[in-house]
């Protein structure tokens, strides 16, 4: 059984960063994707960043350039440093795990950008 772990949520001012973590355990094909979504109340979840097992990334353009995804392979854990973060990034931010044929979902853990 796979799980995936989030951390690092919480409460930052606009201009302020946070990095969330995401350990995964279990069985995992070595070849796989993971990834960082979000998503707020009567919205669709939405793509934020993801990273292959080869270390290939991919951003939503309204985080280039602020949003850093990495992943230590040895550890099977995620990373996503979140800078210069504005009131719209505050939403559940889920952490995901695509090894063919199967995905994966952490529980999600809360960011909050405000004053």
């Known amino acids: 059984q796979v799980q995936l772990v989030e951390s690092g949520g919480g409460l930052v001012q606009p201009g302020g960063s946070l990095r969330l973590s995401c350990a995964a355990s279990?069985?995992?094909?070595?070849?796989?994707?993971m990834g960082w979504y979000r998503q707020t109340p009567g919205k669709q979840r939405e793509l934020v960043a993801t990273?292959?097992?080869?270390?290939?990334?991919n951003y939503a353009d309204s985080v280039k350039g602020r949003f850093t995804i990495s992943r230590e392979n040895p550890k099977r854990t995620a990373y996503l440093q979140m800078n210069n973060l504005k009131p719209e990034d505050t939403a559940v931010y889920y952490c995901?795990?695509?090894?063919?044929?199967?995905?994966?979902w952490g529980q999600g853990t809360q960011v909050t950008v405000s004053s």
């Open positions: 279990g069985s995992i094909f070595s070849s796989n994707v």
């Open positions: 990273i292959t097992s080869a270390g290939s990334t």
């Open positions: 995901k795990i695509f090894a063919a044929p199967y995905d994966y």
